[in-house]
């Protein structure tokens, strides 16, 4: 019993990533969150070059 209930956390455990990995892939954000957080092209927020 103590078997099946570790393969079924492991089991869950494996579920979890995966949809993380999923929902990660895909992101839904705009373009100068994307530069500046992802993609690091960006240095600076425009409002903070005045």
Not at 4 to 29: E, N, Q, R, S
Request: some cysteine.
């Amino acid at each position: 019993m103590k078997k099946f209930l570790l393969y079924l956390a492991c089991a869950g455990l494996v579920a979890f990533f995966v949809t993380v990995l999923v929902l990660g892939k895909d992101l839904k954000v705009t373009k100068q969150y994307r530069d500046f957080y992802i993609d690091h092209t960006v240095t600076k927020w425009k409002y903070e070059e005045k």
